[in-house]
């Protein structure tokens, strides 16, 4: 499709089938996860390990609002900011992760410190943070479309989850809940916006990439969660070691 411009229609088709085919509902550990198929351990080096990734979500957000030209834009961003770190102690989605590594019996304090991240869940969210304050402000709103997909395997997720393990309830799962409407609004967004904005092919390519790159960062996570927990002996030194059987 080089050097070919696409309809408005025609992009958003384009971006669609990119998630029809890296979205990271399709990795294997996702399917573990939701089909019941792994030990609460193993959950446990999932929710630990994506901490990570919603703790830097706001400051990636923060990072791109800085770098928005109008109040308009800035107003719409900064929703974001707010879903994820609240507007008091203990509100906000990163507090109500902490709920779900609570109740999955991780100490909360070790979680907070990081410290059993796995190596590559670290470059791999450090590189999403990079991506939106480097590149273009389209290319980075464009990043943010996997959203457009999340809805679909959160519900998956909720409802295999409750199904399967009898260590996680509604409670603890209530991250989930808001999202099912906060991405459709957030993703709907960008959505507009990049299919106005990506007029040119080579906006129109970039903005392709960004969206694989995205796939790519979150299939990442789940290659190194499946590498390190799946079969023993392979937990990087220094990473979470599971007790809990
Ligand atoms: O549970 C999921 O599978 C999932 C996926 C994604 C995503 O596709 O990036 C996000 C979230 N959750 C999420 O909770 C969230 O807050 C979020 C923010 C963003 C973003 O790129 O700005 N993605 C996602």
Redo the contacts with the bound molecule.
């Keep these: 499709m080089t050097g070919q411009i696409l309809s408005p229609d025609g992009l958003e088709a384009a971006l669609r089938a990119i998630g029809a085919e890296r ?3 399709l990795h294997p550990f ?1 399917r573990a996860l939701h089909d019941g198929r792994l030990t609460q351990g193993q959950v446990q080096a999932w929710a630990l390990n ?1 901490y990570y ?2 703790c830097q ?1 706001p400051a ?2 923060a990072t791109l609002l800085a770098r928005l030209p109008t109040a308009e834009l800035r107003r719409e961003w900064r929703r ?1 900011l707010v ?2 770190d609240g507007d008091a102690p203990g509100t906000g ?1 990163v507090a109500r992760w902490l709920r779900l590594t609570d109740g999955l019996g991780l100490d909360r304090a070790y979680v907070e410190s990081l410290d059993g991240l796995l190596p590559a869940t670290k470059f791999a969210v450090d590189a ?1 943070v990079a991506f939106v304050r480097d590149r273009s402000i389209l290319e980075a709103i464009a ?5 457009l ?2 809805p679909t ?2 519900s998956e ?1 909720v409802a295999g989850m409750l199904r399967h393990y009898d260590f996680v309830n509604s409670d603890t799962l209530a ?2 809940h808001p ?1 099912l409407t ?2 459709p609004r ?1 993703s709907d967004f960008a959505l507009a916006y990049v299919r106005e904005h990506a007029r040119t092919a080579e906006q129109q390519e970039a903005v392709l990439a960004a969206l694989k790159f ?1 796939c790519a ?2 299939w990442s996570m789940l290659d190194a969660l499946d590498y390190a927990y799946v079969t023993p002996g392979r937990i990087p030194p220094g990473a979470f070691r599971p007790t809990c059987p």
């Design positions: 979205y990271h509902n996702h994506r990734y919603q979500i990636k957000d974001r879903d994820h989605g999403y990043s943010s479309l996997t959203e997909f999340s395997i959160i997720r991250y989930f999202r906060q991405a957030d995205k960062v979150l």
